[in-house]
């Protein structure tokens, strides 16, 4: 295992892909609604990407706060980004911020520009790892 498995997986997150068949994906969720995590094999085996800029910026004072730095952020992608984060589906957060599906999924795609991020995994995993950095 590499350090940056093992880095993922001391989170204690878990991540349910959405490209595999049902039965996979229902044994998966069982096995996460149990108390159990699981990570896809194919993200443990991936090299980390460097930190994004955002990471690189904090202050120390918001280092001793344990609070994400996320002024780079509207307080409504904040929002967006803490929901997704939780695992919420985009028809989820659309409905609990009463927004459109469509305004949601603008939301991450700015929230993925601004975090220097690839897809909304990796937005939730950087959240994830700044919440008490």
């Known amino acids: 295992m590499t350090r940056h498995s ?5 989170h204690h ?10 039965t996979t994906w229902l044994l998966i969720l069982r096995m996460i ?9 194919a993200l443990l085996r991936c ?8 990471a690189l910026n904090g202050s120390a004072a ?13 307080p409504r992608e904040t929002e967006v980004l803490e929901m997704l984060a939780s695992g919420q ?14 305004t949601v999924k603008l939301h991450i795609h700015r929230i993925i520009g601004k975090l220097g991020v ?15 950095a």
């Open 6 to 10: 093992a880095a993922i997986l001391s």
């Open 13 to 22: 997150i878990s991540l349910l892909p959405m490209n595999v068949n049902l």
């Open 33 to 41: 609604v149990s108390g159990g995590h699981y990570i896809p094999p």
């Open 47 to 54: 090299r980390p990407a460097d930190p994004p800029i955002s």
């Open 62 to 74: 918001a280092n001793a706060s344990h609070a994400i730095d996320v002024s780079g952020l509207t």
């Open 89 to 102: 589906p985009n028809k989820i957060i659309a409905g609990q911020l009463n927004l459109s599906e469509h």
């Open 118 to 132: 690839t897809n909304r995994t990796e937005a939730a995993i950087w959240y994830h790892r700044n919440r008490s």
